[in-house]
């Protein structure tokens, strides 16, 4: 999150070549296939069985078959996508112009050799006949002129790098400048849809391993028996590693471009974008109030992807523990 915000209201994705309104892509048979969360489909399954069943398909998913990542949805060109796009063109124009002054610098080493030769030759010519003179002298008109035509081809190539960096300069500058970030941890309970907490880390892209897991020793319960994440950084260190030993949980790792493994989390990563997108915040301690503030309204309201219908997260959990 960027540590200041501004209320916006975001427009529905529309087709640009239709028109139609694009809600998300049709799921195809190979996604439901290679999908490991389908083994919690069977509602009467019991979840450890369950959760060790996906801690195999989802290690079965995680060799690097394809690293193909999934298109988005038509009319859905985000901000950070046209960021990326942009970074991207700039950055093939740079290797552009890095390969372009390798090839001058050959060119022009080139031309110091040839003129330290044509020195030589002007010397050694005093002792040769007119004609031969003359022919020395045509050839070095003809290598000057192709050295003149050479800086002027470099001029005219100067000026075209000049204005397509330029031009990727202009589109950059229209995107809003975000120069502080805010990291989030989103810690969910799959089983009564609790979120836990949301932990802020001002280091935003920063953000280290130590303080994940310091905000988790606080977090995790002590009942404890699977963890869900992303590949990240964080969840991938040793670290990360000797906290599953000593707290005494599995630790699973989703397959590579697979959100759907941990929809749960995802589901509420989307509430919380959604939330604060109509929020307006100027640093991290408004931020963390209004953070406080959607976790105290999200777990007291009905929730329903839960199997009682009518009740929230907190008052399932109330009624996980008197059973």
């Not at 427009?11 to 048979?29: D, H, I, K, W, Y």
């Not at 699973?252 to 989390?265: D, L, M, T």
Request: glycine residues 4%; contains cysteine; hydrophobic residues 40%.
């Amino acid at each position: 999150m960027p540590a200041q915000h501004a209320a916006q209201q975001k427009l529905p994705a529309v087709s640009g070549s239709s028109g139609r309104l694009v809600v998300n892509q049709p799921q195809t048979e190979q996604d439901e296939k290679d999908w490991p969360g389908r083994v919690f489909e069977d509602e009467k399954r019991d979840y450890a069985e369950a959760m060790q069943a996906f801690v195999a398909a989802s290690q079965a998913q995680s060799q690097p078959a394809s690293m193909d990542m999934p298109t988005e949805s038509l009319g859905e060109v985000s901000l950070a996508a046209q960021k990326r796009a942009l970074n991207k063109e700039e950055e093939e124009l740079r290797d552009e112009r890095r390969v372009v002054r390798q090839q001058r610098k050959a060119e022009d080493a080139a031309w110091k050799r040839l003129r330290a030769e044509e020195k030589r030759k002007q010397e050694a010519a005093q002792s040769q006949s007119a004609v031969e003179r003359e022919i020395h002298k045509e050839h070095k008109r003809v290598v000057w002129q192709q050295r003149q035509e050479t800086v002027t081809r470099r001029q005219q190539e100067d000026v075209t790098w000049r204005q397509k960096r330029n031009a990727l300069r202009q589109q950059m500058s229209q995107f809003p400048l975000v120069t502080v970030w805010i990291a989030i941890l989103v810690v969910t309970d799959n089983c009564t849809r609790q979120c836990l907490g949301l932990p802020l880390f001002v280091a935003g892209p920063r953000v280290t391993a130590e303080m994940v897991i310091e905000a988790l020793r606080v977090l995790l319960p002590p009942e404890l028996q699977f963890v869900i994440s992303d590949r990240g950084q964080h969840f991938t260190a040793k670290m990360f590693e000797e906290l599953a030993r000593a707290e005494g949980f599995v630790h699973v790792v989703i397959a590579r471009h697979r959100p759907q493994s941990n929809g749960i989390a995802e589901r509420f990563v989307r509430t919380l974008k959604a939330w604060l997108r109509s929020q307006t915040w100027s640093n991290d301690e408004e931020l963390a109030v209004l953070v406080e503030q959607l976790l105290a309204e999200y777990n007291d309201r009905p929730h329903q992807g839960l199997p009682l219908p009518g009740l929230s997260p907190n008052e399932f959990a109330n009624r996980i523990w008197l059973m």
